[in-house]
């Protein structure tokens, strides 16, 4: 839980409300000059809403060359960033043919497969010669190949589940899956900060939804205890099944869940446990395998295991992993498997060839250097900004650190100030995040070197330091204490 300082949620607080105020007015007269103005549309209710579309015109358009930034490069350590510019006052971005090499602190890129590689690259460019770069087929017509089968063998192994099935895209791998596990008569009881993937596919599963304080087991606890006493609404029967979903890693918040107690009370409660993987598998653990081997929990207690491709492996698509009975019944009744374009022969191989390089089998320990390294650049950049001053989020060994903002002149003013240092950065505002909650989310890789790492911290201390955003007092130099004490003694 963010505990807000009371001087910084008032400020922010104005800040929107002044916003919010101005934005009004500006609308109020618009209404005046558009008066007189004819419509092609007579007789047609808008599709937006003035109020359904405010915040995006009248907040987000002033703001919005710090979001969506082109790239023109693989995201590695560093990046090429198409620099843009705006005649009308940011409503539209116009690309320049100039380009800014930047040090990338925004891509999911854990483990530095992203960019080209000794052993993924030269297989991923023979599959494609073999297979092209698409099926042009849903699964279950014409777009299994030898490299699906391989890959969703490979992925069961790995994650140590007997059984996985593979989707192009991650985010419908939630949004797919979860309405065919669970529809109406079951229960549902998620984080309160679980992506919006679990968030849709929840909704659309027919399912009674129920959330349980962020990462808080004794609160899962008192929702479970509850909601099996009072059965399903209105007729009170017995809930048809019960499943408690979380995420391994949170994308916003950088937190390790706390697995090892979720799963205890749901063993006790007789409810099934759905782990989202997205941004722990292949980054945490001593061989990749996310948060179960970390956090020393036995996979055969997580009934289904979920995680995408595009974080530490640097393909797409996501995967389910289950028992043999589970995931043959997905591949019978799962929509993204029955109607999707399987995912592209090419980005599988790129997951195979991550895995086995992740894993020692290329012949190499460039698997074993990469985790080290990972979890070394995280927790060295964490606590550098720690001692920093800055309000830094999340659980060590977590690759992603978010740094609060909170007011929402600074989220612009953090975002530019760093990119003209050649520092790129991923700036989260509402409604990704709740409206007081606005901050910038570092992504480490192990591609990134100390340097690097040095030279962040650097500009980062620099830009914090005007836009003011260390909210608590820095730690004193070893180079400044050492002169205090020779004078002591």
């Known amino acids: 839980m963010i505990t807000i ?55 987000y358009l002033r703001i919005q060359d710090c979001f969506g930034r082109p790239i023109s490069s693989a995201p590695d350590a560093w990046f090429d960033v198409v620099e843009r510019y705006s005649n009308d006052n940011n409503k539209t971005l116009k690309r320049t043919t100039k380009l800014a090499r930047c040090l990338n602190l925004g891509s999911y890129n854990y483990l530095g497969f992203a960019a ?19 099926t042009c087929s849903a699964r279950v017509d014409g777009g299994t190949t030898t490299v699906h089968t391989e890959l969703e063998e490979c992925v069961a192994n790995f994650v140590g589940k007997p059984a996985a099935i593979v989707f192009g895209m991650g ?47 004794s609160h899962l606890e008192k929702v479970l205890r509850e909601q099996i006493a009072d059965g399903q609404p209105r ?16 994308s916003m918040e950088g937190e390790l869940c706390k697995l090892p107690e979720i799963v205890a009370i749901c063993k006790k409660y007789k409810a099934y446990v759905y ?32 995680g995408t491709f595009t974080k530490s492996f640097g393909s797409c698509g996501g995967y389910i992993a289950g028992s043999k009975e589970v995931i043959q019944y997905l591949k019978y009744t799962c929509p993204a498997h029955l109607y999707a374009t399987s995912i592209s022969p090419p980005a599988a191989q790129q997951i195979i060839s991550s895995i086995r390089v992740i894993l020692g089998e290329d012949g190499s320990s460039r698997g074993a250097q990469k985790l080290a390294r990972i979890r070394e650049n995280s927790n060295f950049f964490r606590s550098e900004l720690q001692k920093m001053g800055f309000e830094v989020l999340g659980d060590n060994d977590s690759p992603v650190m978010p740094i609060m903002l909170y ?47 040095v030279k962040a911290l650097e500009v980062i201390g620099r ?27």
């Not at 092609?40 to 915040?55: R, S, T």
């Not at 679990?198 to 808080?216: D, E, K, L």
């Open 275 to 306: 782990l989202d993987e997205a941004h722990s598998i292949g980054a945490v653990g001593k061989t990749g395998r996310g948060v179960c081997e970390l956090l020393g929990v036995d996979t055969a207690d997580v009934d289904i295991m979920m």
């Open 116 to 134: 080209a590689d000794e052993y993924c690259t030269p297989r991923v460019i023979e599959s494609l010669n073999r297979f092209s770069p698409s």
């Open 407 to 453: 007011n929402p002149a600074k989220i612009p003013a953090f975002s530019r100030e760093c990119l003209k240092q050649n520092v790129a950065v991923v700036t989260v505002a509402f409604p990704a995040t709740p409206l007081l909650l606005a901050r910038a989310r570092i992504c480490i890789s192990a591609s990134h070197t100390k340097e690097d790492l």
């Open 171 to 217: 985010y419908a791998t939630n949004s797919a899956i979860l309405p065919v596990l669970i529809g109406k008569g079951g229960l549902i009881i998620s984080d309160s900060l679980n992506h919006n993937s679990i968030v849709n596919g929840a909704r659309g599963s027919g399912a009674t939804i129920r959330v349980f304080q962020h990462n808080t087991p």
């Open 235 to 250: 007729t009170h029967r017995p809930w048809k099944k019960i499943i408690v979903i979380v995420e391994g890693i949170y």
């Open 463 to 489: 830009v914090g330091d005007l836009v003011g955003i260390k909210y608590f007092p820095a730690e004193p130099n070893k180079q400044q204490q050492e002169p205090s004490t020779m004078k002591l003694e």
């Open 5 to 59: 300082p009371y001087l910084t949620a008032l400020t922010t607080y104005f800040s929107y409300g002044l916003l919010f105020a101005f934005g009004q007015l500006r609308d109020f007269f618009r209404k005046i000059f558009d008066w007189w103005r004819t419509s092609n549309l007579q007789g047609y209710a808008p599709i937006c809403l003035g109020l359904e579309d405010f915040y995006i015109r009248r907040l």
